[in-house]
């Protein structure tokens, strides 16, 4: 059974970094990768990036690069998404999913998700 | 970057009707790289249509998706109290590999 758990909620003040992880369970890191998506309150679903452990590739969603980034861990089949500089605007639930990998122009990338883990709430205040 | 326009921003219809949902892209997304997902308040969101047409393992075959290119459609073809929901897309098609999601069309109760 797949399974993606995700670390607690967190309360960080503007201009620190936040690092939630995302323990898979069952085959993930072999043959999946993980994708980041966060939602704002109240707000529609915003893809970060993802990785795909078994190659080591990582790919961001350029509002985020350089302030994301995600990692992950095949010894203990942990992804972790960092994001540092904070402000009140990434107050928002971060989520892991499992992501597909497709092929596309000669590589693989990650593709859609299928299973999803339980949301971290990020809140971001002074 | 591909742009995901969603319509309408709100369907509000009753259960056993049809919903028609319609994502359009701003550029070609390669290969139908295409997904729809649903996501109730509170939860995270659920796989339903995967490649622009392939239904996800579980999900009923009242859900079925079309389209290609830039025009893609969700439709749900006999609403259930269930399937009351936000429904969103997501292209991973583009080049480079960046992913987009739509901003969601909400199907309500009438």
Known sequence: ??????????????????????????????????????QAPGQGLEWMGGIIPVFGTTNYAQKFQGRATITADES?????????????????????ARSFMIPFAGEWRDGYCDYWGQGTLVTVSS | EIVLTQSPGTLSLSPGERAT????????VSSDYLAWYQQKPGQAPRLLIS????????????????????????????????????????????????????????????
Request: net charge neutral.
């Open chain 1, 76 to 96: 203990t089949t942990t992804a972790f998404m960092e994001l540092s500089s904070l402000t009140s605007d990434d107050t928002a639930v971060y989520y892991c």
């Open chain 2, 51 to 110: 490649g622009a047409s392939t239904r996800a393992t579980g999900i009923p075959d009242r859900f079925s998706g079309s389209g290609s290119g830039r025009d893609f459609t969700l439709t749900i073809s006999r609403l259930e109290p269930e399937d009351f929901a936000v429904y969103f897309c997501q292209q991973y098609g583009s080049s480079p590999p960046i992913s987009t999601f739509g901003p969601g069309t909400k199907v309500e109760i009438k």
């Open chain 2, 21 to 28: 949902l319609s994502c359009r892209a701003s550029q070609t």
């Open chain 1, 1 to 38: 059974q797949v399974q993606l758990v995700q670390s607690g909620a967190e309360v960080k003040k503007p201009g620190s970094s936040v690092k939630v992880s995302c323990k898979a369970s069952g085959d993930t890191f072999s043959s999946y990768g993980i994708t980041w998506v966060r």
